[in-house]
């Protein structure tokens, strides 16, 4: 965890609890997955969930045996705290983190470098959309989340981002073919989230 977000968050414990949160603010985490995943003490993590459960930045249900943590969406400093996570983890790896877990998806990537400079990429309403590419047998809803948290993550309205989806024959096809967009997609800058797309579909 990054030594800047430990000095805001004046706890490593608290920045790193939200450093795995954040940007997965869809999941729920019972503290001993916290513990297994962020290798720290069960006791320490169930002493910076309760004061974040506190403040309202996370909220705590019961399910089943054990209690469950979210981020809570109500939170009014939640885009904020958001915001700085990204910029302590880094743009990249809290968008790969976002779309870890979507059933299907093979492979993602969005046509543009990262880090983005959200101030100075032009008007926020009218820029050209940025391309998110998925590439696998994904569900609708889940073309709506993905767009929906890569919105979320980068801090720039749903519809600058502009979900491309392809399932993986068709996406394989069509780099084969050297289809125009799909050669343009890749051969220009981008920046890989998930999996590598250069590689779906190949037989050995």
């Known amino acids: 965890m990054s030594e800047i977000l430990a000095e805001l968050f004046s706890s490593k414990v608290r920045a790193a609890v939200l450093g795995q949160m954040l940007p997965r603010a869809h999941v729920g985490f019972s503290l001993t997955e916290l513990s297994r995943i962020l290798d720290l003490p069960i006791s320490s993590l169930q002493h910076e969930c309760y004061k974040l459960e506190r403040v309202g930045v996370i909220k705590g249900r019961r399910e089943g045996n054990s209690r469950r943590y979210r981020v809570n969406p109500g939170c009014e400093v939640l885009r904020e705290l958001t915001a700085l996570v990204v910029k ?8 790969s983190a976002a779309l870890e877990d979507l059933p299907g998806l093979e492979a993602a990537f969005i046509a543009r470098v990262l880090p983005l400079d959200v101030q100075s990429d032009g008007d926020r309403t009218s820029a050209s959309p940025i391309p998110l590419v998925l590439i696998g047998e994904v569900s609708l809803e889940a073309i709506d989340a993905a767009q929906e948290r890569v919105s979320s993550i980068l801090g720039l309205p749903m ?6 989806f392809y399932l993986p024959g068709d996406w394989r096809s069509r780099l084969d073919q050297q289809s125009q967009y799909a050669v343009w997609l890749m051969s220009g800058p981008r920046t890989n989230l998930l999996g590598d797309p250069l590689n779906i579909g190949r037989t050995s």
């Open 159 to 164: 519809n600058r981002i502009e979900a491309v």
């Open 88 to 95: 302590g983890i880094g743009q990249t790896e809290a968008l």
